[in-house]
């Protein structure tokens, strides 16, 4: 009893549920405003924010979210692995200027980018059981204010797991998934490959496989870093920040998707 009055205190108390509580605070002092119009206008607005926030910040929402883009590609099955293979892992970002002893580079791949790239370590080392072909290839230019280039870094991390570095390729200019679609088509068709695998997020996937169809590339999904667990139980009506966070991100990959559909090669 004790744990679970603990979590639900706590987790009203840590954001978002504190920020949930003001909005609900600010809608109930509004009742002192004397302007009968201004008043139910505020006391609207806070009550929208609160209702907005908190259901962006609980699982079931997410699981409504999630669904709609998780669940459309199947895991990769063994019959779609060739003769020659290639690995595309897309990027996800770097945490800069930070201690590291396997790289040259003051920098390590973000959490998602760690979960793509041993995705990647996975699928790989599961083609080379095979003895068969293949080849990793990153993606992932300078971004915005970086010091870095992504996919650099990310080599320097699948060298530290094993991965030989002549069996990795890098794109480097990429900045977008459009980009990346568009600067990996060469090293693609330098490796020959017979079949395609497409390593990101699976909420990502379903955008990043229309975007590599765009540019006439033919990919087999690869999805990992799932968000939502199909699990429902009485905390998943808690708000947190974490879910927030997921929300988001699902919430951009919908409009991503809608941006991308008007968008040419």
Same mark, same amino acid.
């Given at each position: 009893?004790?744990?679970?009055?603990?979590?639900?205190?706590?987790?009203?108390?840590?954001?978002?549920?504190?920020?949930?509580?003001?909005?609900?605070? #600010?809608?109930?002092?509004?009742?002192?405003?004397?302007?009968?119009?201004?008043?139910? =206008?505020?006391?609207?607005?806070?009550?929208?924010? &609160? !209702?907005?926030?908190?259901?962006?910040? $609980?699982?079931?929402?997410? %699981?409504?979210?999630?669904?709609?883009?998780?669940?459309?590609?199947?895991?990769?099955?063994?019959?779609?692995?060739?003769?020659?293979?290639?690995?595309?892992?897309?990027? =996800?970002?770097?945490?800069?200027?930070?201690?590291?002893?396997?790289?040259?580079?003051?920098?390590?791949?973000?959490?998602?980018?760690?979960?793509?790239?041993?995705?990647?370590?996975?699928?790989?080392?599961?083609?080379?059981?095979?003895?068969? =072909? #293949?080849?990793?290839?990153?993606?992932?230019?300078?971004?915005?204010?970086?010091?870095?280039?992504? @996919?650099?870094?990310?080599?320097?991390?699948? !060298?530290?797991?094993?991965?030989?570095?002549?069996? $990795?390729?890098?794109?480097?200019? @990429?900045?977008?998934?459009?980009?990346?679609?568009?600067?990996?088509?060469?090293?693609? %068709?330098?490796?020959?490959?017979?079949?395609?695998?497409? !390593?990101?997020? &699976?909420? %990502?996937?379903?955008?990043? !496989?229309?975007?590599?169809?765009?540019?006439?590339?033919?990919?087999?999904? &690869?999805?990992?870093?799932? @968000?939502?667990?199909?699990?429902?139980?009485?905390?998943?009506?808690?708000?947190?920040?974490?879910?927030?966070?997921?929300? %988001?991100?699902?919430?951009?990959?919908?409009?991503? =998707?809608?941006?991308?559909?008007?968008?040419?090669?």
């Amino acid at each position: 009893m004790f744990t679970i009055f603990y979590k639900l205190v706590v987790g009203w108390l840590m954001p978002p549920g504190c920020f949930i509580i003001l909005f609900i605070f #600010c809608a109930w002092k509004t009742r002192s405003i004397d302007d009968p119009a201004l008043r139910k =206008a505020l006391r609207t607005l806070a009550l929208v924010g &609160a !209702v907005g926030l908190y259901l962006l910040s $609980i699982k079931p929402v997410l %699981h409504l979210l999630a669904s709609g883009l998780e669940k459309k590609y199947p895991v990769v099955q063994e019959s779609q692995i060739k003769k020659i293979n290639a690995i595309i892992v897309l990027s =996800a970002g770097i945490v800069e200027m930070v201690p590291v002893s396997f790289s040259q580079f003051p920098a390590v791949p973000g959490p998602s980018a760690i979960v793509r790239l041993s995705e990647g370590i996975r699928l790989y080392r599961r083609i080379k059981s095979k003895e068969r =072909a #293949c080849t990793i290839i990153l993606t992932g230019g300078r971004f915005y204010g970086g010091l870095y280039v992504t @996919s650099m870094v990310s080599r320097e991390w699948l !060298v530290s797991m094993g991965i030989p570095a002549s069996d $990795i390729r890098l794109e480097k200019s @990429s900045r977008t998934t459009f980009d990346e679609a568009r600067f990996v088509l060469p090293t693609v %068709h330098s490796v020959s490959a017979e079949a395609v695998f497409l !390593v990101t997020s &699976a909420s %990502h996937i379903p955008r990043a !496989v229309t975007v590599f169809n765009k540019f006439g590339l033919s990919v087999i999904p &690869a999805p990992c870093d799932f @968000s939502d667990s199909g699990k429902l139980g009485f905390f998943s009506f808690l708000p947190t920040a974490e879910t927030l966070k997921q929300n %988001h991100a699902l919430l951009w990959e919908y409009l991503g =998707a809608v941006f991308y559909w008007f968008k040419s090669p």
